[in-house]
């Protein structure tokens, strides 16, 4: 036996998975009807537009880093662990608490986890896939054992509540995991993708370094989030259905194999056109957007605790997530829970 292999013998690669999940969800709910005083819509054009019946938006004395640090703290419980033994938190959102520092070291500080190394990452509704497979990383190669992962947004700030086009559509919420070595199943495969040309079609104009806070972009509005929504809608459709395709190849998998889908909550025509382009049952396909809308970074982590807690993912299923978002970056994942 060569050095090496005794080597590989005594440290047998490490396979990730998710150990603990947890969600925070913000008490206000904001109805389609509420949305009827507020903006020229009605709840009809909504429900059949987007599936979207109501969404949750968060308290005035909350933000982003609150949200976070609430879903975390169930998720540690879940996996039963002690804040000291976080070794990396990875925060995914797209409305952090302040442009700088990140959100991550903010949500360190408020649950005491002083042995964690920080950062955030920004990429948008697929936050969650994209930092599933960073921590996934960190886990095999060995460099961490317990990898916090957050999936947060406080969107409801970020938006031009007079734009009937997109106020309608998003709403606030957290969801965390921790990722750890597993023994049984762990994550199977994953796929991430990218067009910085179409970055565009989703953005907040202002605030950076190209369009600085001044009273011209306050005045134009430039700081809240702007949306081509169709373009938006198929890029969506396509990418997502392509990378469900690479990551079930990638995965040595066929649709037949995956016992529950869980797609970034959207729009549910988006997610109706991907099930048909796939070939999916629908029956296999969860979905949460009607009560929540569009929570972009949290929206698939806050689908998966539910469609855990629910049942429809049990001990030994292969689930499959994919999103996509402003960017555009889009990812996909298969787990065996
Ligand atoms: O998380 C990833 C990023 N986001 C998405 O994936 C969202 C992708 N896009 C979408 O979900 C859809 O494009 C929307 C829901 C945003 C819009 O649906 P649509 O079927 O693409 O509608 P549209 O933008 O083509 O607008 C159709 C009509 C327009 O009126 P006219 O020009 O036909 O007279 C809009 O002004 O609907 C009007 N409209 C509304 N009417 C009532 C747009 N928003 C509203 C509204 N209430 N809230």
Known sequence: MTAKSKIAKKNPKKVAGI??????????????SDLEKMVDTSDEWIR????????????????TSDLAANAARMALRDAKLEVEDVELIIVATISPDVPFPATSCIVQA???AKNAACFDINAACSGFIHELTIAQQFVESGMYKNVLVIGVELL?????WKDRSTCVLFGDGAGAAVVAPVTTGGIIASY???????????ICPAGGSLHPASHKTV????????????DVFKNAVRVMTGATAKVLQKAGLTTKDIDCVIPHQANIRIIEAIVERVGIPSEKVFVNVDRY??????????ALYEAVKEGRVKKGDKVLLVAFGSGLVWGSCVIEW
Request: aromatic share 4%; net charge positive.
């Open 156 to 160: 409801s700030r970020f938006i031009d």
């Open 293 to 302: 809308g569009n929570m972009s970074a949290a929206s698939a982590i806050v």
């Open 48 to 63: 059949t537009r987007t599936g979207i019946s109501e969404r949750r938006i968060a308290d005035e004395k909350e933000v």
């Open 219 to 230: 005045t134009e509005g430039l700081h809240f989030l702007k949306m081509q929504g169709n």
């Open 19 to 32: 150990i603990g999940l947890g969600i925070y969800l913000p008490k206000k709910v904001l109805t389609n």
């Open 192 to 202: 991430l993708g990218a067009d910085g040309t179409k970055s565009g079609l989703l």
């Open 110 to 112: 408020k649950l005491g």
